[in-house]
């Protein structure tokens, strides 16, 4: 059955189907060669395959968040009394970072779209430079801590953290490279008037909180489940969202249209995850077969040899950026995880906190710059330039964020 569906799904060419295809022909080549009479095919295709349903699942707080007309309200809130691109900058930091968490990639239109009126009259090279900054670089950070995003379920479940520990020193970094950011923009920009005339703040301030309170509810909810079940945080995730949507649609006096919504927006996604769907089949195979293979010893013990004989430092440091460059070439931060981290379980009785906080950095960080994830490809589209336009600007960010999250975990995390 996994078979069919994998080549099913890989009849669409793109990357997915060269990367599924690539994975599966080493898979079976490692099968092949290694154990082909000992070993069941059939049953090493669903390792991967948890992942999924967080992306089926989180249709689910999208639709909530417009039946409520959040978007609208926080439209409204960036284009109220800014005069100038400095201030305009910081406001749409703070919608962008507010948006992510429940939007998360479809935060990116609405942001755009809702700013792109009042950046008319400067150039479309400035524009462009200006867009950047302001919505990947929230985007980022709220993405770093934020439960709902996968990459931090999938390292916090992997690396068997508590996610609640973990979460001080996560939103703490992200606040510092958030504030520091809007601070520093802000004086680069504050020279900068626009060309259209503010508009007024609307008097809806009970929408504003109650959104910034279902954040928080919604982070302890997910917590409370995964402490209590005794579960991981990627399944929490999946069992909170809907009933806790349903319930802020029953709030809102309108789960008629959240329900009606929640299901034209399914029907509308789901073939979109076939091409993902493919590759975490097929990833998830190789990532199997490779552990019967000589190859996996041998990238055992040159990881190890780095773990004892060099500082913890360049060890957490080399991950991270074994990570962040196969980001760049195409690989999905989530298989290069799952591919990297089971070497490590050779030698390492139990992951540190430290470690966790370097790998997630990594991840998390490239979703600024890599030309192959989706976020950049939606902004590049929007704003009419290539995905590489971003690394220009965004590169040295991100590699500091990078620096700063391993010196953190090697030496207060380890």
């Given at each position: 059955?996994?078979i069919?569906i994998?080549?099913?799904?890989?009849?669409?060419?793109?990357?997915?189907?060269?990367?599924?295809?690539?994975?599966?022909?080493i898979?079976?080549?490692?099968?092949?060669?290694?154990?082909?009479?000992?070993?069941?095919?059939?049953?090493?295709?669903?390792?991967?395959?948890?992942?999924?349903?967080?992306?089926?699942?989180?249709?689910?707080i999208?639709?909530?968040?417009?039946?409520?007309?959040?978007?609208?309200?926080?439209r409204q809130?960036?284009?109220s009394?800014t005069?100038?691109?400095?201030?305009?900058?910081?406001?749409t930091?703070?919608?962008?970072?507010?948006?992510?968490?429940?939007?998360?990639?479809?935060s990116?239109?609405i942001?755009?779209?809702?700013?792109?009126?009042?950046?008319?009259?400067?150039?479309?090279?400035?524009?462009?430079?200006?867009?950047?900054?302001?919505?990947l670089?929230?985007?980022?950070?709220?993405?770093?801590?934020?439960?709902?995003?996968v990459?931090?379920?999938?390292?916090?479940d992997?690396?068997?953290?508590?996610?609640?520990?973990?979460?001080?020193?996560?939103?703490?970094v992200?606040?510092?490279?958030?504030?520091?950011?809007?601070?520093?923009?802000?004086?680069?920009?504050?020279?900068?008037?626009?060309?259209?005339?503010?508009?007024?703040?609307?008097?809806?301030?009970?929408?504003?909180?109650?959104?910034?309170?279902?954040?928080?509810l919604?982070?302890v909810s997910?917590?409370?489940?995964?402490?209590?079940?005794?579960?991981?945080?990627?399944?929490a995730?999946?069992?909170?969202?809907?009933p806790?949507s349903?319930?802020?649609?029953?709030?809102?006096?309108?789960?008629?249209?959240?329900?009606?919504?929640?299901?034209?927006?399914?029907?509308?996604?789901?073939?979109?995850?076939?091409?993902?769907?493919?590759?975490?089949?097929?990833?998830?195979?190789?990532i199997?077969?490779?552990?019967?293979?000589?190859?996996?010893?041998?990238?055992?013990?040159l990881?190890?040899?780095?773990?004892?004989?060099y500082?913890?430092f360049?060890f957490?440091?080399?991950?991270?950026?074994?990570?962040?460059?196969?980001a760049?070439?195409?690989?999905?931060?989530?298989?290069s995880?799952?591919?990297l981290?089971?070497?490590?379980?050779?030698?390492?009785?139990?992951?540190?906190p430290?470690?966790?906080?370097?790998?997630?950095?990594?991840?998390?960080?490239?979703?600024?710059?890599s030309?192959?994830?989706?976020?950049?490809?939606?902004?590049?589209?929007?704003?009419q330039?290539?995905?590489?336009?971003?690394?220009k600007?965004?590169?040295?960010?991100?590699?500091?964020?990078?620096?700063?999250?391993?010196l953190?975990g090697?030496?207060?995390?380890?």
């Open positions: 059955m996994c069919f994998l080549l099913s799904n890989l009849t669409k060419r793109g990357l997915y189907f060269y990367l599924s295809w690539f994975f599966m022909g898979g079976l080549i490692c099968w092949w060669l290694y154990h082909p009479n000992k070993v069941d095919i059939l049953t090493h295709f669903g390792s991967l395959l948890n992942i999924l349903s967080l992306f089926i699942v989180l249709t689910f999208h639709a909530v968040i417009r039946v409520g007309k959040f978007d609208l309200d926080l809130f960036v284009s009394k005069k100038n691109a400095g201030t305009l900058y910081v406001k930091s703070l919608m962008t970072y507010i948006f992510t968490f429940f939007l998360n990639v479809a990116v239109s942001v755009v779209q809702s700013t792109k009126s009042l950046l008319q009259s400067f150039s479309e090279k400035w524009r462009r430079k200006y867009y950047s900054k302001v919505v670089r929230p985007y980022t950070m709220v993405l770093f801590w934020s439960p709902l995003e990459t931090v379920a999938v390292v916090i992997y690396t068997s953290q508590s996610y609640l520990l973990l979460l001080p020193v996560l939103l703490g992200s606040f510092i490279f958030l504030i520091g950011d809007m601070w520093i923009q802000r004086t680069r920009y504050k020279g900068s008037e626009l060309g259209e005339e503010p508009s007024k703040l609307s008097s809806r301030k009970k929408s504003y909180f109650g959104f910034l309170s279902a954040i928080a919604l982070v997910i917590v409370t489940v995964s402490t209590v079940l005794d579960v991981g945080l990627l399944l995730i999946t069992l909170v969202l809907f806790f349903l319930v802020w649609a029953w709030s809102l006096k309108r789960v008629k249209r959240f329900l009606k919504l929640s299901w034209s927006m399914n029907v509308k996604n789901l073939p979109n995850l076939r091409g993902l769907f493919s590759l975490f089949l097929s990833a998830g195979f190789f199997e077969m490779l552990g019967f293979t000589e190859l996996f010893d041998r990238i055992s013990a990881l190890e040899s780095v773990y004892i004989g500082p913890l360049l957490y440091l080399l991950l991270a950026l074994l990570i962040a460059v196969l760049i070439f195409g690989l999905h931060s989530l298989v995880i799952s591919v981290l089971p070497f490590l379980g050779t030698f390492m009785t139990s992951f540190p430290g470690l966790a906080l370097a790998v997630l950095s990594a991840a998390i960080g490239m979703i600024l710059v030309p192959f994830n989706v976020t950049p490809s939606v902004l590049a589209f929007q704003i330039a290539s995905p590489l336009y971003f690394l600007y965004n590169l040295i960010y991100v590699l500091c964020f990078i620096v700063v999250n391993v953190i090697a030496y207060l995390l380890s």
